[in-house]
């Protein structure tokens, strides 16, 4: 039995030793236990609000909504439902979630970088094209709208995109799996 006891603690009774140590590991485990749930439970209130938009179809608000709660954990999970379904992405979308993705690869968790860089990674798969070409495209002669609203929301792509390049430096210098994610979609930003 004395092997199970911490060294040095000669002093004291097997019985007391144990009742006290047990004691402090449930009290621990309870403090934490109960700032795990309401860790949880806030994150479960701000994941409602942002289904009330999703179930109204009103994924621009339900985006804007996860941007302004500032949760990197909410932004991941409501980023890697999106990327299921990467046909509603448009470019109007892009303008949204391009800085939501920004703010995320600043965190320090592994899995909202990832998110992240897949997100990014099928975005500029999608749309590089799109933002290039109507960037440098000479402009029209006479009024069209549509294109003009296309120009402003490359413009705003292509700004948040430029942002992101810097953010990818240190991220590629990171190593392990981030640093491969990283590389790879600053590869894909070099066509943009």
Request: contains cysteine; proline residues 2%.
């Amino acid at each position: 039995m004395n092997s199970f006891t911490p060294r040095g603690s000669h002093g004291t009774s097997e019985s007391d030793w144990t009742v006290s140590d047990d004691n402090n590991a449930i009290e621990e485990l309870m403090q934490q236990h109960n700032a795990f749930t309401s860790i949880l439970q806030a994150r479960l209130t701000k994941l409602q609000v942002i289904r009330r938009f999703w179930q109204r179809n009103d994924l621009k608000g339900a985006i804007d909504a996860t941007g302004k709660m500032g949760d990197h954990s909410v932004s991941a999970d409501v980023i890697s439902v999106l990327i299921e379904r990467s046909e509603i992405f448009t470019l109007d979308i892009c303008t949204v979630i391009l800085p939501l993705l920004t703010r995320l690869l600043q965190s320090e968790i592994d899995r909202h970088l990832t998110v992240a860089m897949e997100t990014l990674l099928v975005l500029v798969r999608t749309f590089g094209d799109v933002i290039r070409t109507t960037i440098s495209a000479t402009p029209t002669i006479g009024v069209d709208l549509q294109a003009e609203q296309r120009l402003e929301r490359c413009n705003l792509c292509y700004i948040e995109l430029e942002n992101i390049k810097q953010i990818l430096v240190p991220l590629i210098r990171r190593g392990g799996a981030v640093a491969k994610s990283a590389q790879e979609l600053s590869l894909a930003l070099q066509e943009v």
